[in-house]
C-alpha cells in the first residue's frame, strides 16, 4: 500500500540536502521527491501524492531516519541536523552495498562479490571510525549495521579476508 511522507521536506532541509543529492543517494527520482514535498498528484489533482513502500524506505534510509519521521507532519521529536561527512559517507556505501548485493545474486557474479565485501569493509571501517571519533551513529544507521554489516563482517573475520583488506580500504577512505 502506498504512504504518504508529508514529513520529507522538513526532515530533507534539516539534513541539509537538496532535491538532487536525495535523488543520487536514495536512487528516486526528482521528480518523484519533488512530487512528494508538493503533495502533487500529476494525474488526480487535489489528491495526495503517494509513494510505493520501497521508495519511502530508500528516502529514509538515505536521510537516516526511520519511516515514521518521514510519515509525519510535526516530527517524532528526535533531534534533526546535517550528517557528518562520516555519516555521509556510511549511508552512501550502505546503498551501494544493498544495490551490488542484489546484482552480485542476480547475475552470479565472484567481480561483483568481491565489491560488495569490499564496501562492507568500508562501511564497517566507516563506522567504527564514526565511533571513535565520538560522533553518534544514527539510529538507523546502528540498525542497519546491526541488521546487515556486522553478520557479514563476522563471516569474512571468519575467512580473514577482513585481516587482507582492511587496512587497503582504511586507506583509501582517508581524505586526501
Same mark, same amino acid.
Given at each position: =500500500?502506498? /504512504?504518504?511522507?508529508?514529513?520529507?521536506? &522538513? /526532515? +530533507? $532541509? #534539516? +539534513?541539509v540536502v537538496t532535491q538532487k543529492q536525495? @535523488?543520487? +543517494? %536514495?536512487g528516486v527520482g526528482v521528480? *518523484?521527491? %519533488?512530487?512528494? $514535498?508538493n503533495d502533487t498528484h500529476p494525474e488526480h489533482p487535489g489528491e495526495s501524492y503517494r509513494v510505493r513502500p520501497g521508495n519511502a524506505h530508500r528516502l @529514509? &534510509?538515505?536521510?537516516?531516519?526511520?519511516l515514521d519521521e518521514l510519515m509525519s507532519r510535526e516530527g517524532t521529536g528526535?533531534?534533526?541536523?546535517? !550528517?557528518?561527512? !562520516?555519516?555521509?559517507? @556510511? *549511508?552512501?556505501?550502505? =546503498?551501494? !552495498?544493498?544495490?551490488? #548485493?542484489l546484482r552480485a545474486e542476480e547475475e552470479? %557474479?565472484? $567481480? !561483483?562479490?568481491? %565489491?560488495?565485501?569490499? *564496501?562492507?569493509l568500508k562501511a564497517w571501517l566507516t563506522i567504527q571510525r564514526?565511533?571513535? &571519533?565520538?560522533e553518534d551513529v544514527p539510529a538507523a544507521l546502528e540498525r542497519d549495521y546491526a541488521n546487515f554489516i556486522a553478520p557479514f563482517i563476522e563471516r569474512l573475520?571468519?575467512?580473514?579476508? /577482513?585481516?587482507d583488506r582492511a587496512d587497503e580500504l582504511m586507506r583509501e577512505l582517508e581524505p586526501a
Open positions: =500500500m502506498n /504512504v504518504e511522507l508529508p514529513g520529507l521536506k &522538513r /526532515v +530533507r $532541509e #534539516a +539534513r536525495l @535523488a543520487a +543517494r %536514495s521528480v *518523484t521527491i %519533488s512530487r512528494i $514535498e @529514509a &534510509r538515505a536521510l537516516r531516519v526511520d528526535v533531534p534533526l541536523g546535517p !550528517l557528518s561527512s !562520516l555519516q555521509q559517507k @556510511a *549511508t552512501e556505501l550502505l =546503498m551501494i !552495498l544493498e544495490r551490488d #548485493a552470479d %557474479s565472484d $567481480e !561483483l562479490r568481491e %565489491s560488495v565485501r569490499d *564496501t562492507a564514526q565511533r571513535l &571519533r565520538g573475520e571468519e575467512s580473514h579476508v /577482513v585481516d
